[in-house]
T-cell receptor, first 114, second 109 residues
Framework: IAGITQAPTSQILAAGRRMTLRCTQD?????MYWYRQDLGLGLRLIHY???????GKGEVPDGYSVSRANTDDFPLTLASAVPSQTSVYFC?????????????FGPGTRLTVL | GQNIDQPTEMTATEGAIVQINCTYQ??????LFWYQQHAGEAPTFLSY????GLEEKGRFSSFLSRSKGYSYLLLKELQMKDSASYLC??????????FGAGTTVTVRA
């Protein structure tokens, strides 16, 4: 069982370019999340999806978009990358059963925007 | 908004005990999580508290006081492999996790 996979592992991107970070889970979890992690700021929620076909905005959604066409995949797109989007991006998933819902994280994508 | 505070760094000796404190002020409260994150890796689940009191799980214990907005993670019999960042996270009324910045624990021989 792979759990959650993310691709690419790392990427260097020129500012203004479009980039899609991929996330796939095989646990049949209803909910999926995208976070960014920056030094001194901790993990911050970008977008989330409670179930396939629905998405919502997190704490820092500007400059990012997501889609949830099926249960397994939750891609994150940067339409026109900027240097402030340099970060480590983590995808997570959970059963989506409410307060006791434990989130499981993917290995992360390290993105550098120049 | 959410405000979750924890110390930035702690250092301890192998075999010792370390207590990582976390205080929070959030819009609603549905539980508190602790995650462990080794450098360059994903966060992994350690514990969940929703009721006041101590939850023990092997060498790790987590405590919660809802009235004080306070939790701690206790690591006993420290091992070198315990060197990592420890993330405190609160789940609020909208069932979204808000994370503290993390505490980096360094275990020295």
């Amino acid at each position: 069982i792979a759990g959650i996979t993310q691709a690419p592992t790392s990427q260097i991107l020129a500012a203004g370019r479009r980039m899609t970070l991929r996330c796939t889970q095989d646990m049949r979890h209803n909910a999926m999340y995208w976070y960014r992690q920056d030094l001194g700021l901790g993990l911050r929620l970008i977008h989330y999806s409670n179930t396939a076909g629905t998405t919502g905005k997190g704490e820092v959604p500007d400059g990012y978009s997501v889609s949830r066409a099926n249960t397994d995949d939750f891609p994150l797109t940067l339409a026109s990358a900027v240097p402030s989007q340099t970060s480590v991006y983590f995808c997570a998933s959970s059963d989506g059963q409410g307060a006791t819902d434990t989130q499981y994280f993917g290995p992360g994508t390290r993105l550098t925007v120049l | 908004g959410q405000n979750i505070d924890q110390p930035t760094e702690m250092t301890a000796t192998e075999g010792a005990i370390v207590q990582i404190n976390c205080t929070y002020q959030t819009s609603g409260f549905n539980g508190l999580f602790w995650y462990q994150q080794h450098a360059g890796e994903a966060p992994t689940f350690l514990s969940y508290n929703v009721l006041d009191g101590l939850e023990e799980k092997g060498r790790f214990s987590s405590f919660l006081s809802r009235s004080k907005g306070y939790s701690y993670l206790l690591l006993k019999e420290l091992q070198m492999k315990d060197s990592a960042s420890y993330l405190c996270a609160v789940i609020s009324n909208d069932y979204k996790l808000s994370f503290g910045a993390g505490t980096t624990v360094t275990v020295r021989a």
